[in-house]
């Protein structure tokens, strides 16, 4: 793991911690080398039942890191190498299979807002500030970044962020709904803790299926189909359904495996 991007892992949360506060978190291409392999860290830790995004330090992840660029885009095929880079990194934070939270303070900018949409949901500190700026750089986001915008914000809200590249703040990010939080300043440790342990409580197999119904309405399923009838009857079968029941009746939290 280099040593701009740390994991940890502790009562069931694993945090994956842009590592990097120098530089305020700017993403190396090391950095997004080893996120694929943080992300299977944590993803095959049956302990880890959350992961949590944050940068370390003041600030979330002020993009990619630019003093690469010269030689990360030095040819096509270069930059589609490196295009791939970013990609399989997001790509396996996205296929995580664990609830993912962003903790976002001080700046998110560019590729810095492109990880955080690859999380759940996203938390901020009220000093936060974001910016998608591509069209600052004379570059664009990709299809898929665009893509997880679009999802998030909706297409006025991307076309705003993406054709100015005007800065946001996080009372603003909120109303777009870029964010899904706001937290008040130096709150945001405590916040996102107890967050991630009320999921880190919940059952992973509800959990899954949510995730797994969601995905598929905003894909455009428009019905039920056999697969998710199955899913929902399935969990029907499963002790966390038997555990659930009985720690309702006996009125006492229930205990998910």
């Avoid at 997004?32 to 944050?54: K, N, Q, T």
Wanted: aromatic share 6%; with cysteine.
């Amino acid at each position: 793991m280099t040593n701009a991007i740390s994991v940890t892992v502790r009562d069931g949360i694993g945090r994956l911690v842009l590592d990097r506060p120098e530089k305020r978190n700017a993403l190396s291409r090391a950095m997004w080398r080893a996120i694929p392999g943080a992300v299977a860290r944590l993803e095959a830790d049956s302990s880890v039942r959350v992961l949590v995004l944050e940068g370390a330090g003041a600030h979330f992840a002020a993009g990619a890191d630019i003093g690469e660029f010269e030689e990360v885009y030095a040819t096509r095929q270069a930059a589609t190498e490196y295009a791939a880079e970013l990609a399989r990194a997001m790509d396996e934070l996205v296929a995580c299979a664990k609830p993912r939270l962003a903790a976002i303070r001080g700046v998110c900018v560019g590729a810095g807002v492109a990880l955080a949409l690859c999380c759940d949901l996203r938390f901020a500190e009220a000093e936060a500030a974001f910016a998608i700026t591509p069209a600052r750089l004379g570059i664009a986001y990709s299809f898929e970044d665009t893509r997880r915008l679009v999802r998030c914000v909706g297409g006025s809200a991307a076309r705003d962020l993406l054709f100015s590249g005007r800065r946001v703040d996080a009372a603003e990010a909120l109303r777009m709904r870029l964010i899904d939080r706001l937290i008040p300043t130096g709150a945001l440790a405590a916040e996102i803790s107890a967050y991630a342990a009320l999921l880190a409580s919940a059952s992973r197999g509800s959990i899954r299926v949510a995730r797994d119904f969601i995905a598929r309405s905003e894909a455009g399923q428009p019905n039920e189909d056999a697969a998710t009838r199955a899913a929902y009857l399935d969990l029907l079968e499963q002790p966390d359904f038997l555990e659930g029941r009985q720690a309702f009746l006996q009125k006492r939290a229930a205990q998910f495996d």
